[in-house]
């Protein structure tokens, strides 16, 4: 991580201050826009759940190729009725889906519409002379008073009586991995908690590791909310053939 990160600032794509670009603040920061462009729906960044890469690790890379996903840091803005569901924070995506060809300075935008299914916006989203030509653009616009767009709903009824629903009612299936002792029941005990909170379980995997006091083992939940993911975790955490704190990833059908 640290040493992508260095080539990642050498080339421009990253600040030399990397804190807003791996935390997902910078995402979280253009998704506070895009809802109000979307939804007519002014919100903070503190309203928006944000999570950043820093706790992604190989193991969880490799494992995301072998069931044919990927991971990207993904801003997700959905409306529901008279809600809004506002995340940043690291996403599984299969492979064959349009965002996980986006790579390297490429942003992307992926737009759910009624009448015309999904619409893919794609282009330079990284380095200086991409920078540059949005700040001078946007800057031109504000002072010509050209291109001025107003929101793609009615301002004054579409956001009237809209929320943000928390982090904690959002329903998605997981990637969870836990570092295990080597012993026989452990996956039993885990199963059995995410079990007492009605969290069912797709597959499970037991990877090798060269540490031989714990192995990482690798499951794939159904769909669940994220509290009840939450609560399961502090219990599993508490016990001690667990080590360390578990990982969860959140796995989109966009």
């Known amino acids: 991580f640290e040493e992508a990160l260095k080539d990642a600032q050498k080339l421009g794509y990253a600040e030399s201050d990397p804190t807003l670009d791996i935390n997902g603040m910078d995402s979280a920061h253009k998704l506070a826009i895009l809802v109000y462009l979307a939804f007519g729906k002014q919100i ?3 309203e928006i759940y944000t999570e950043g890469i820093t706790h992604i690790s190989h193991v969880d890379i490799e494992q995301a190729e072998n069931l044919d996903l990927t991971i990207k840091l993904l801003a997700i803005a959905k409306k529901v009725n008279n809600t809004i569901e506002a995340r940043v924070h690291p996403t599984l995506i299969t492979k064959d889906h349009p965002l996980a060809s986006i790579n390297s300075i490429y942003n992307a935008i992926y737009v759910g519409t009624e009448p015309l299914g999904h619409i893919l ?3 330079e989203g990284a380095g ?12 031109v616009n504000i002072v010509t008073q050209e291109n001025r767009q107003p929101a793609l709903c009615n301002l004054s009824s ?8 928390p982090i ?3 329903k998605t299936k997981f990637y ?11 996956l039993s005990k885990i199963t059995g908690i995410l079990g007492e909170y009605t969290i069912g ?3 499970v995997t037991q990877k090798q590791h060269n540490t031989a006091s714990s192995v990482p083992v690798i499951m794939l939940t159904e769909l669940t909310t994220e509290h009840n993911l939450r609560d399961a975790l502090t219990e599993i955490q508490k016990l001690s053939v667990v080590k360390g704190k578990p990982v969860a990833i959140r796995m989109e059908k966009l």
Do not use: C, H, W, Y
């Not at 969870?176 to 452990?186: Q, T």
């Open 158 to 165: 579409e956001a009237e009586g809209v929320t943000i629903a």
């Open 201 to 203: 379980i797709n597959s």
């Open 44 to 46: 903070t960044v503190k």
């Open 128 to 139: 200086q002379m991409a920078a540059a030509s949005g700040v001078i653009s946007d800057l």
């Open 176 to 186: 969870l991995r836990f570092m295990a002792s080597d012993k026989p029941g452990v």
């Open 168 to 170: 904690a009612d959002a």
């Open 121 to 123: 916006l794609s282009g």
